[in-house]
T-cell receptor, first 114, second 112 residues
Framework: DAGVTQSPTHLIKTRGQQVTLRCSPK?????VSWYQQALGQGPQFIFQYYEEEERQRGNFPDRFSGHQFPNYSSELNVNALLLGDSALYLC?????????????FGQGTRLTVV | DQQVKQNSPSLSVQEGRISILNCDYTNSMFDYFLWYKKYPAEGPTFLISISSIKDKNEDGRFTVFLNKSAKHLSLHIVPSQPGDSAVYFCAASAVNNNDMRFGAGTRLTVKP
């Protein structure tokens, strides 16, 4: 049973560029949430997708956008990259559009903006 | 805004002894609390949770205690094992709110 998989594992981008990160949820899960984890901090909620719609959004600018596909996989897009966007991006999957259940995390994508 | 705080960035414990990790929160709307464990180069792994209707939840060597009046929860690991060495995150959420808030984490080292 495959867990949550994220790609790529590492990425280096230049300031001002755009990036797309991908996530496949755990088998049977239909909800995907994205988190940003800066060095030395806990994960911060970016947004959640359920039934192909953004259900809830954290305190992140519109440069951060996402998409969920019919197979429940998801993408996180970040436009006009800033140095401060350098972080570990985590994807978590769960069931039924709720985070009040056990969520499974992927290993993350380490994004470095230079 | 730091609604969930883990004030101890690190903790070192001898194998076989008890590890106690603490977490404080400020938002009284939080009603579900979770602990995650994270090894290097891996994503966080769910460990144990507790809802606000309980004050204790136990799973093997892991017990979480919730003190709602103090807005404080703690994770007890007894007995601690070297394999428990990891970063532990406390997280909290409110009903009908999927914005789960995490603390900054506590790095636990269990020495043989």
């Amino acid at each position: 049973d495959a867990g949550v998989t994220q790609s790529p594992t590492h990425l280096i981008k230049t300031r001002g560029q755009q990036v797309t990160l991908r996530c496949s949820p755990k088998s049977g899960h239909d909800t995907v949430s994205w988190y940003q984890q800066a060095l030395g901090q806990g994960p911060q909620f970016i947004f959640q997708y359920y039934e192909e719609e953004e259900r809830q959004r954290g305190n992140f600018p519109d440069r951060f956008s996402g998409h969920q596909f019919p197979n429940y996989s998801s993408e996180l897009n970040v436009n006009a990259l800033l140095l401060g966007d350098s972080a570990l991006y985590l994807c978590a999957s769960s069931l039924g559009g709720s985070m009040n259940t056990e969520a499974f995390f992927g290993q993350g994508t380490r994004l470095t903006v230079v | 805004d730091q609604q969930v705080k883990q004030n101890s960035p690190s903790l070192s414990v001898q194998e076989g002894r008890i590890s106690i990790l603490n977490c404080d929160y400020t938002n009284s709307m939080f009603d579900y609390f979770l602990w995650y464990k994270k090894y290097p180069a891996e994503g966080p792994t769910f460990l144990i949770s507790i809802s606000s209707i309980k004050d204790k939840n136990e799973d093997g060597r892991f017990t979480v205690f919730l003190n709602k009046s103090a807005k404080h929860l703690s994770l007890h690991i007894v007995p601690s094992q070297p394999g428990d060495s990891a970063v532990y995150f406390c997280a909290a959420s409110a009903v009908n709110n999927n914005d789960m808030r995490f603390g900054a984490g506590t790095r636990l080292t269990v020495k043989p």
